[in-house]
């Protein structure tokens, strides 16, 4: 138990800080102390309790949801974003609001940034996010094909170009569809300069924003042609496939689906992926549940932003 003085010495130093709005520096110099012994009066006074910190969370915010999430399944972060209803579109717009957010708090100088295509909730991110100029040389790459029927083909310009523009960075595209037709054509395509460039960064991302698939593509990726056919489908999810990312298919369990549909995909691998320093999937709503728990699982992303419903799902099948 500390002597009276002690504890006088204690109180007097945390109301100067808290109440007084002082800086240490300029308590030590006051009371003739040094800056490492007024660091532990702070420590002993909330040892001895005089100091209390509770930590007021507002309404809309879940932070010990998220703190549940990353122990659950091995995160490095987790975003749970408060959602009204279980609208896909609301849910969209909403985690792409929180998702540039993410951009514009964490992006660091000299980041080589993986966006993927055909992706409705990371086209909310850019409609959301605000131009971040004090980064240099920061570099966005498409990491999945972004050609496929033109009157959707827009979007994945869209995508990587204003994005790009927004951080004051430099775009490298993927000049391919996202599916080619055979592995033959795929064999064509990586012979293409253009293509080489794209892919050559894949090694280098240390930054990657992607959505998560369920077996059922969205409208857009459908609309864009960069799809599978229906009898495709069918093998996937006859070998067990859950969902994708970047038209790379996983299992419940989160391991890869291995069938010949994957020799025509041109995008980043799920390995490269994992190797990035932020993975980042962006993606909720109940449609998604079994793909985004599956690729939590696979351990294929080490950052979620997801709805606060998708998050209570996700640790309801955790438990």
Not at 104 to 110: D, F, R
Not at 240 to 250: T, V
Request: aromatic share 6%; net charge negative; with cysteine.
């Amino acid at each position: 138990m500390a002597r009276i003085d002690e504890l006088r010495l204690m109180a007097r130093v945390a109301r100067m800080y808290y109440e007084n709005d002082m800086r240490q520096s300029e308590i030590a110099q006051l009371l003739g102390l040094s800056q490492a012994t007024v660091s532990r009066l702070f420590k002993r006074a909330k040892d001895e309790g005089i100091v209390r910190i509770t930590v007021n969370v507002p309404h809309g915010v879940f932070s010990e949801l998220e703190e549940q999430i990353i122990a659950a399944y091995n995160l490095r972060d987790a975003i749970v974003v408060d959602c009204i209803h279980e609208d896909e579109q609301m849910i969209q717009r909403d985690i792409g609001a929180a998702a540039a957010y993410y951009v514009e708090s964490t992006i660091k100088p000299n980041e080589v940034i993986g966006l993927s295509s055909w992706s409705g909730t990371l086209l909310a991110l850019v409609d959301a996010l605000h131009p971040v100029t004090r980064k240099n040389d920061v570099r966005v790459v498409q990491i999945l094909g972004g050609i496929g029927n033109p009157a959707a083909e827009i979007h994945a310009a869209r995508l990587t170009g204003r994005f790009a523009k927004l951080v004051n960075g430099s775009a490298t595209y993927l000049p391919a569809p996202g599916v080619v037709g055979s592995e033959a054509a795929r064999h064509v395509f990586l012979e293409d300069q253009y293509v080489q460039e794209a892919m050559a960064l894949f090694d280098q991302v240390s930054l990657a924003l992607v959505g998560i698939g369920a077996v059922e593509p969205s409208e857009l990726l459908a609309d864009s042609g960069n799809i599978f056919s229906n009898t495709e489908r069918d093998i996937l999810r006859s070998e067990g496939a859950a969902g994708d990312i970047l038209l790379h298919f996983f299992d419940a369990d989160g391991q890869p689906v291995k069938t010949s549909l994957d020799h025509r995909v041109m995008s980043m691998s799920l390995l490269q992926l994992r190797q990035a320093d932020r993975a980042v999937g962006v993606a909720g709503g109940k449609r998604k549940h079994e793909a985004i728990l599956a690729a939590l699982r696979g351990q294929w992303i080490n950052v979620l932003i997801t709805d606060c419903f998708s998050a209570q799902r996700l640790m309801a099948a955790a438990q």
